[in-house]
């Protein structure tokens, strides 16, 4: 019994050693990007701003917005990179004639895996991928009447093609060009689904520039 409690302690150490020395060996940073975004958002413009306009409205369609964000990124070794990020997605329209302003905003919380490929200049290109979580947190404000509350929440994917310019030790220039699927399927109005369901769908394709900053490291 002695003995086996021993093995599994080194067991233990072991594990603990081999995922501490990369961890310790890695370097650690931040970044802070703004994107340009594409959304699809079919049902809002089927079925919100097609009728506002047949109406005698005049409300432009969802198909784009912007976002900026946050995020912490970490280099296991000198090919490989991980990040994680906060991205509020800012996304309204505006029916000009009553005043009307629906706003599609959420927060994104996502998880990112990086390949770059080797590289003898300062600037390298790679491949990402990954997951994020979407939650909806918006409104629909109106003067003649009170105003909607919007919720909901999806786990949608991305992957980008990634680019980053080191500057100059611990500084540098962060980008990336992709395609994101997060679509929100029932869209709580006022804490209700709507009949049918309503999508919020936040898909299309995303353009980021960001710097970033490290820790000072070997890599």
Not at 40 to 50: C, F, G, I, P
Not at 70 to 84: D, E, K, T, Y
Not at 92 to 105: C, F, I, M, Q, T
Not at 130 to 148: C, F, H, K, M, P
Request: contains cysteine.
């Amino acid at each position: 019994m002695i003995r086996k409690s021993a093995l599994a302690i080194l067991l233990v150490i072991s594990c603990a050693m081999t995922i501490t020395a990369p961890v310790a060996a890695a370097t650690i940073g931040g970044e802070v990007f703004g994107a340009i975004n594409t959304h699809s958002m079919k049902d809002w413009n089927d079925r919100v701003v097609a009728p506002a306009n047949l109406s005698g409205g005049n409300m432009d369609e969802f198909s784009n917005g912007y976002s900026g964000g946050l995020g912490l990124r970490m280099w296991p070794n000198s090919g490989w990179m991980v990040a994680a990020s906060w991205e509020p997605l800012f996304v309204s329209r505006e029916e000009k004639v009553s005043g009307d302003v629906a706003k599609l905003n959420a927060n994104a919380y996502e998880a990112t895996a990086g390949y770059f490929f080797p590289s003898s200049t300062p600037a390298r290109f790679g491949l990402g991928a990954g997951l994020g979580i979407y939650q909806l947190a918006g409104e629909v404000t109106s003067s003649s009447s009170n105003d909607i509350k919007l919720e909901g929440s999806t786990v949608g994917f991305h992957f980008h093609g990634l680019m980053e310019w080191n500057v100059q030790p611990g500084f540098a220039i962060t980008g990336n060009a992709g395609y994101r699927v997060a679509n929100i399927k029932d869209t709580k109005v006022d804490g209700q689904s709507a009949t049918p369901e309503l999508a919020t769908d936040y898909s299309g394709f995303t353009f980021r520039a960001g710097l970033a900053f490290y820790l000072p490291s070997a890599r």
